[in-house]
């Protein structure tokens, strides 16, 4: 299985938005995205020049209900 790729928050929430997930809005530096037909809600942490952990990472990715290897086609064909 391919590495989750280790990125800044800004390019983890554009391949969110390429999986459907839209902005909402922006509290402080998380940018909160929602799916139409979903009751749930993504809250990714945008800080400069900082990666985003691996952990909470998978956890965005499980809670947005996408597998990894679906999440990378996301990520690495936007």
Do not use: C
């Amino acid at each position: 299985m391919p590495k989750l790729p280790r990125a800044s928050g800004d390019k983890h929430v554009s391949a969110f938005k390429a999986a459907g997930w839209q902005v909402n809005h922006i509290e402080g530096s998380h940018y909160i995205l929602i799916k139409d037909n979903s009751e749930v809600h993504l809250s990714v942490p945008v800080h400069k020049n900082k990666i985003l952990g691996i952990g909470l990472l998978k956890k965005l990715i499980a809670k947005a209900e996408l597998t990894n290897e679906q999440y990378l086609k996301y990520f690495y064909n936007k």
